[in-house]
């Protein structure tokens, strides 16, 4: 069975500063993977995906993400941290199921950027 | 191109009520999924309809139903309302045709809460 592990349900960091999120996944199969972000009273936006194309995926207002296979980890990061960064952040995979198209998701990671 | 779109948004009922949740998908899209967010149990799917059809289920009991209209469109309905059904529902869409790893885009999610 597929699934995601977040480390951290929360982050803080200083605007300007390095933003790392945390994710794992656990899959028998190459997995397909996305990071979402929830912002308060939204639903979700798609940042970025992984389909094995590239092992580093560039997403929206600057995240990236680095495909691992060797750790099963898939951290998304932002080198220079923006106020308006702050909002939740969520890791999937998608079931492998021919035909199917749910994800499942990770606990989600509550960012927070200090002044 | 508009986005997914959710009615209502708020919704207040009663338990032992029964609720339905109308999701429109974006235009072109087939596949309409929904997603269940409570901050105990995170996000966790409930089903996906593509072409009318269900074409997968997560783990809820029958009270949590769906179908999916000629127009893509999709509702989902909630019968005996409990407590525990309080949550943000998210519907999202995609192309569909590809399976796993097509990009998913969410609504804005309709809050029902339960009392």
């Known amino acids: 069975a597929q699934s995601v592990t977040q480390l951290g349900s929360h982050v803080s960091v200083s605007e300007g500063a390095l933003v790392l999120l945390r994710c794992n996944y656990s899959?028998?199969?190459?997995?397909?993977l996305f990071w979402y972000v929830q912002y308060p009273n939204q639903g979700l936006q798609l940042l970025l995906k992984?389909?094995?194309?590239?092992?580093l995926v560039k997403g929206i207002n600057g995240f990236e993400a680095e495909f691992k296979k060797s750790e099963t980890s898939f951290h998304l990061t932002k080198p220079s941290a923006h106020m308006s960064d702050a909002a939740e952040y969520f890791c999937?995979?998608?079931?492998?199921?021919?035909?199917?198209?749910?994800?499942?998701f990770g606990t989600g990671t509550r960012l927070t950027v200090i002044p | 191109k508009a986005g997914v779109t959710q009615t209502p948004r708020y919704l207040i009922k009663t338990r032992g009520q029964q609720v339905t949740l109308s999701c429109s998908p974006i235009?072109?899209?087939?596949?309409v999924s929904w997603y269940q967010q409570t901050p105990g149990q995170g996000l966790q799917f409930l089903f996906e309809?593509?072409?009318?059809?269900?074409?997968n289920k997560g783990n809820f009991p029958g009270r949590f139903s769906g179908r999916q209209f000629s127009n893509s469109r999709s509702e989902m309905n909630v019968s005996t309302l409990e407590l525990g059904d309080s949550a943000l529902y998210l519907c999202?869409?995609?192309?569909?045709?590809?399976?796993?790893?097509?990009?998913?885009?969410f609504g804005p999610g309709t809050r029902l809460t339960v009392t």
């Open positions: 999202a869409s995609s192309w569909g045709t590809s399976g796993r790893g097509s990009e998913q885009y």
């Open positions: 899959s028998s199969v190459p997995p397909y």
């Open positions: 992984y389909t094995s194309a590239a092992t």
């Open positions: 999937a995979v998608s079931e492998y199921q021919t035909g199917a198209n749910n994800l499942f």
């Open positions: 235009s072109g899209h087939r596949s």
């Open positions: 309809y593509f072409s009318e059809t269900q074409r």
